[in-house]
């Protein structure tokens, strides 16, 4: 059985969403963000102390307080919220194929696209380590999607995600995201500690977490906290660090 993607309607525009996040985007150097292609956009205090300085979530730049209408699309969210990200995906680009097991017990992903190529696809599996995959495991392309989709049979879905609407599926489950276009593709990508006001909201996620049932995302003390943040301290360093190493063709 494949992975499937379940869409939602919120209580904020589609449009005024849109145009939040080109806003956010307008003057963003997406090369200061995590991995190159990030921006995260609350403080690090409307995050969960666990996750707040995290790398992924560097820099935290309160943006969202000046984008009211994404601000509203978070408020809404009546859970703590563990990322607040949009991600970036070049053109002509594929993520490896991976798995978001590390988001943490009792944690969700979802996302809404903002900006989309009408090239960009979604694939789905049902498989829980890339090592499953059968065939070739390098990232996909629009040009290899077919023999890949032959090879995986029955464990596999390509999905078009529609902008300015709200998406959820197992991201425990391996998946790629192809923008074989010609422009970018930008994801308001976010995770969120459930909690009975998410599980009764979106049931579809009740799978998802049966698999870290009884499990909790541990809150740190003062101390873990004064840890984490000077830690994050070091941040700006790893990402010109893995940008140098981007331009001399590294990994």
């Excluded at 969403?17 to 205090?45: K, M, N, T």
């Excluded at 197992?170 to 192809?178: F, G, M, P, Q, S």
């Excluded at 074989?180 to 995770?191: H, I, K, M, Q, Y």
């Amino acid at each position: 059985m494949t992975t499937l993607v379940h869409r939602y309607t919120v209580d904020v525009d589609r449009e005024a969403l849109v145009a939040d996040a080109r806003r956010a985007i307008a003057r963003w150097d997406w090369s200061r963000g995590a991995f190159g292609h990030a921006l995260s956009l609350p403080r690090y205090r409307d995050l969960h102390p666990a996750t707040r300085y995290r790398y992924e979530n560097h820099p935290c730049t309160g943006l969202l307080d000046r984008l009211p209408h994404l601000r509203a699309l978070f408020d809404s969210f009546e859970c703590e919220k563990i990322s607040w990200r949009l991600l970036r995906r070049a053109p002509a680009s594929a993520y490896a194929w991976h798995t978001d097991q590390w988001k943490g017990p009792g944690v969700v992903r979802f996302q809404i696209p903002m900006v989309s190529d009408d090239e960009a696809f979604l694939v789905t599996t049902d498989y829980r380590n890339v090592e499953e995959i059968r065939g070739d495991r390098s990232p996909l392309s629009a040009e290899t999607f077919d023999r890949f989709a032959t090879m995986n049979a029955g464990h596999a879905d390509r999905h078009r995600l529609e902008v300015g609407v709200l998406h959820y599926f197992d991201t425990t489950r391996v998946h790629t995201l192809v923008n074989a276009g010609a422009s970018e593709r930008v994801t308001l990508s976010f995770d969120l500690v459930a909690n009975d006001w998410l599980r009764a909201r979106f049931p579809e996620t009740r799978s998802e977490l049966e698999s870290s049932a009884g499990q909790v995302l541990s809150r740190p003390g003062a101390l873990g906290l004064a840890v984490a943040w000077a830690r994050a301290r070091a941040f700006p360093l790893r990402t010109r660090l893995r940008q140098w190493r981007r331009e001399r063709g590294e990994s």
